[in-house]
């Protein structure tokens, strides 16, 4: 009888222990979750705080800006599918890929969840677009060297005139976004303000922005109202 209470005995240190690090592995996990969000919230906050100082900077000396937003495809899907765990490795590859593609003055930051933000000072359409083709190349590679489902959609605005503002230009990124993910993965859509030649004797205070043809090799986005 005595060996079955060691057996006993031994079965329940290793229950005990067994619980013991599911209990740990899961306040690591839950306190990476917090430490994601508050790195979200922080992220959030100072990039529109320098995105702010960045738009007010190129409408008082007359220089572009551009600023978008991209998320990785299907996060959902493999985040309901595998596990969340694995969806926020995805999300990492992105995130490496997005810092190897933008020039050493632009700023990327994960804004929550899925969604990164891209700040692009001074860079009109053909830089902007350099950044993209690279971002959307660098994600490509991850994906062939992990064989994991690795893409990237997103809208981007460049302003050649000054917007009415940087929350104009927020929106129109916002939706440029939702219309390139409902072309595809891997799609962007961008849109570029510019101003408009005078017409006859039409005053310079009359001037309107309009909308240049999307680069990326990409459809022409739906109409949306001017900023």
């Known amino acids: 009888m005595a060996w079955h209470i060691v057996v006993i005995a031994v079965l329940a240190l290793a229950v005990a222990w067994d619980l013991y690090l599911r209990g740990r592995a899961l306040l690591k996990e839950r306190g ?125 605005v460049t302003c050649l005139q000054p917007a009415e503002s940087l929350e104009a230009v927020i929106g129109a990124a916002d939706r440029l976004l939702s219309g390139a993910k409902g072309a595809g993965n891997d799609t962007f859509w961008c849109e570029v303000i510019a101003p408009q030649p005078l017409e006859a004797f039409e005053p310079a205070r009359l001037r309107r922005p309009f909308r240049l043809p999307p680069g990326f090799d990409m459809p022409m986005p739906p109409p949306l109202r001017r900023l």
Do not use: C
Request: glycine share 8%.
């Open 32 to 156: 990476r979750a917090r430490t994601g969000m508050l790195a979200w919230s922080e992220n959030r906050r100072a990039f529109y705080e320098l995105a702010g100082r960045e738009f007010e900077r190129a409408r008082r000396y007359d220089h572009p800006f551009t600023l978008g937003y991209f998320d990785l495809d299907d996060y959902q899907e493999v985040a309901e599918r595998f596990s969340y765990l694995a969806a926020e490795e995805m999300l990492q590859l992105v995130a490496e890929s997005a810092r190897r593609s933008i020039r050493a003055s632009d700023v990327v930051a994960r804004l929550g969840g899925d969604t990164f933000a891209l700040l692009l000072p001074e860079a009109g359409p053909d830089a902007a677009d350099a950044v993209i083709r690279k971002l959307q190349g660098s994600v490509r590679d991850e994906s062939r060297e992990t064989a994991l489902p690795l893409s990237v959609s997103g809208g981007v």
